[in-house]
């Protein structure tokens, strides 16, 4: 009976794991197909300062970009975790993609801003046309 109990306790486990598996896959999956959607996708946090920053550079460069607040979206933490895994664990917010191509977070994207690169990526998106 013991052995019965562990191996049904053993076998709940493995569906938990693979529901958590397939919701991980299903929120990559969502996530790709997002970025893909529009020339600039920002996935956000609507009360973190770091992406209304990288959304307000975003808005002087002459860009709008589509905007997901993952604390509002039905399966926001999902895609949070999906997020963080493409970037290596970091914290996941804001995370840019442009011309549907991961971008990176904040970092990233201050860095391609300040040695140039932003605005011909923003150009070659259709992002920008000036």
């Excluded at 019965?4 to 299903?26: D, L």
């Excluded at 997002?34 to 550079?57: E, G, N, P, Q, T």
């Excluded at 933490?77 to 990176?104: C, E, H, T, Y």
């Excluded at 994207?109 to 300040?114: F, G, N, Q, R, Y």
Aim: hydrophobic residues 40%; proline residues 4%; charged residues 15%.
């Amino acid at each position: 009976m013991q052995y019965q109990e562990q191996n049904s306790s053993w076998g709940n486990h493995q569906n938990t794991r693979a529901r958590r598996m397939s919701s991980s896959t299903n929120s990559l999956e969502r996530v790709v197909k997002l970025a893909s959607v529009s020339a600039v996708v920002i996935f956000s946090s609507s009360s973190c300062c770091m992406c209304h920053a990288v959304k307000r550079l975003f808005s002087e460069l002459g860009v709008s970009p589509t905007v997901y607040e993952l604390d509002q979206e039905p399966n926001g933490k999902g895609m949070d975790r999906a997020l963080s895994k493409l970037l290596g664990n970091s914290p996941a917010v804001p995370v840019v993609f442009i011309g549907g191509q991961l971008i990176g977070s904040m970092d990233r994207v201050m860095a391609s801003h300040i040695n140039g690169t932003l605005v011909p990526l923003l150009k070659e998106a259709g992002a920008l046309w000036l």
